[in-house]
């Protein structure tokens, strides 16, 4: 599979602020996929990205994929202790799924 | 009922051990996945079954057997365990395989090699 990148790795938020993560890959991305993993607990598939541009919200999170399709982020608008758990993108274009390593997010109340 | 069950939960062992960990899916998908998951949190790929056989085997050592006895199926054993083996190792299936298929995942199995 291809390599993304994703930044930060840790991030540490007080309750009611906004949070971002970024996925990046330097050649271009057939689709996006992002899940998330609470402590403890497995990955859980949130939502796929496929067109060039693209955005989708659930609730308080904002999915996007970039125009050039070599980028992604998701967006957590005030965030809550619920929020708590390491979000991965993944390049799902090939045979496999590849995760990027994840950006973890603590929320302090 | 859970979807893609893996036992055991958590296994403690000592190094030069064998041990299997088991995994079922009852959710009828063709394609199975082993992952290995650090304590860094990097969700790396191991092997990758459709339909029973193999389609993709990472650089993973010999002493890891996959072993796919129907499509519901996909044990991991692993032989002659080393300290570097202590992961949680998570195993997952999907509808098929190829470009936008999304990953169920099972609980995990955290491995301790003493």
């Known amino acids: 599979g291809q390599q993304v990148m994703q930044i930060p790795q840790y991030q540490h938020v007080q309750e009611g602020e906004d949070f971002t993560t970024y996925c990046n890959s330097s050649?271009?991305?057939?689709?996006i996929q992002w899940y998330k993993q609470r402590p403890g607990g497995h990955p859980v598939f949130l939502i796929q990205?496929?067109?060039?541009?693209e955005v989708k919200k659930q609730k308080r999170l904002t999915f996007q994929f970039g125009e050039a399709k070599k980028n992604s982020s998701l967006h957590i608008t005030a965030t809550q202790t619920t929020d708590v758990g390491t979000y991965f993108c993944?390049?799902?274009?090939?045979?496999?799924?590849?995760f990027g390593r994840g950006t973890s997010l603590i929320v302090h109340p | 009922d859970t979807a893609v069950s893996q036992t055991p939960k958590y296994l403690v062992t000592q190094m030069g051990n064998d041990k299997s960990i088991k995994c079922e899916q009852n959710?009828?998908?063709?394609?199975m996945y082993w992952y290995k998951q650090d304590s860094k949190k990097f969700l790396k790929i191991m092997f990758s079954?459709?339909?029973?056989?193999?389609?993709i085997n990472e650089t993973v050592p010999n002493r890891f057997s996959p072993k796919s006895p129907d499509k519901a199926h996909l044990n991991l054993h692993i032989n002659s365990l080393e300290l570097g083996d202590s992961a949680v190792y998570f195993c997952?299936?999907?509808?098929?395989?190829?470009?936008?298929?999304?990953?169920?995942f099972g609980s995990g199995t955290q491995l301790s090699v003493l």
């Open positions: 997952a299936s999907s509808i098929g395989q190829g470009a936008n298929e999304k990953l169920f």
């Open positions: 050649t271009t991305l057939s689709n």
């Open positions: 990205l496929v067109k060039s541009g």
């Open positions: 993944a390049e799902g274009g090939s045979y496999i799924p590849t």
């Open positions: 959710l009828g998908h063709d394609t």
């Open positions: 079954y459709n339909n029973k056989e193999l389609i």
